[in-house]
T-cell receptor
Framework: DVKVTQSSRYLVKRTGEKVFLECVQD?????MFWYRQDPGLGLRLIYF???????EKGDIPEGYSVSREKKERFSLILESASTNQTSMYLC?????????FGPGTRLTVL | QQQVKQSPQSLIVQKGGISIINCAYE??????FPWYQQFPGKGPALLIA?????SEKKEGRFTISFNKSAKQFSLHIMDSQPGDSATYFC????????????FGKGTTLSVSS
């Protein structure tokens, strides 16, 4: 069964903290993605990766970085969390065609 | 810029009615158009998808209509049920390597019983 797992469902952090969001897929997919979802704005692409150690900026990369050291794992890093990064973060993976999404991490930055 | 425009933002339909959600795109390089369904507390899940070589695709009660010349596509939900109440996203991508899906802003559908 296809599975994308995210390390936390809910996360509360303080402004200025360094935050790691972890995503693991068990489908041997080449491509992995990080989106953020905000009411009225839909899903916006932050970063994606089409191979190990490869990364591409999406539409809103500012304030974020990513790491892909292993094929199955794609991490999103908030170097210094800010309140405007409070959001739902969705990880996804694909081989080709439509990506499969994880359940999301709801991050609150206080 | 917003490459995929989705409307309406919200929709209320009576049980048994037809729900229609529309999307328009700008980039003529797009050649893959999926629709995703998202229930509260869950990640989006692929519902149905179409490529521009066909004008319509049907899966059960769900139909995608595609108009290449107008650069528009729509989702029709026939015989809408309360269990269809969810947020629906259209999306688009091109076949080029290293590209990702671009999503519309979503439509919240409520089917009243």
């Amino acid at each position: 069964d296809v599975k994308v797992t995210q390390s936390s469902r809910y996360l509360v952090k303080r402004t200025g903290e360094k935050v790691f969001l972890e995503c693991v897929q068990d489908m041997d997919h080449e491509n992995m993605f990080w989106y953020r979802q905000d009411p009225g704005l839909g899903l916006r692409l932050i970063y994606f990766s089409y191979d190990v150690k490869m990364k591409e900026k999406g539409d809103i990369p500012e304030g974020y970085s990513v790491s892909r050291e292993k094929k199955e794992r794609f991490s999103l890093i908030l170097e210094s969390a800010s309140t405007n990064q409070t959001s739902m973060y969705l990880c996804a993976s694909s081989y080709s065609g439509s990506p499969f999404f994880g359940p999301g991490t709801r991050l609150t930055v206080l | 810029q917003q490459q995929v425009k989705q409307s309406p933002q919200s929709l209320i339909v009576q049980k048994g009615g037809i729900s229609i959600i529309n999307c328009a795109y700008e980039n003529t390089a797009f050649d893959y158009f999926p629709w995703y369904q998202q229930f509260p507390g869950k990640g989006p899940a692929l519902l149905i998808a179409i490529r521009p070589d066909v004008s319509e695709k049907k899966e059960g009660r769900f139909t995608i209509s595609f108009n290449k010349s107008a650069k528009q596509f729509s989702l029709h939900i026939m015989d809408s049920q309360p269990g269809d109440s969810a947020t629906y996203f259209c999306a688009a991508s091109s076949n080029q390597a290293g590209t990702a899906l671009i999503f519309g802003k979503g439509t919240t559908l409520s089917v009243s019983s």
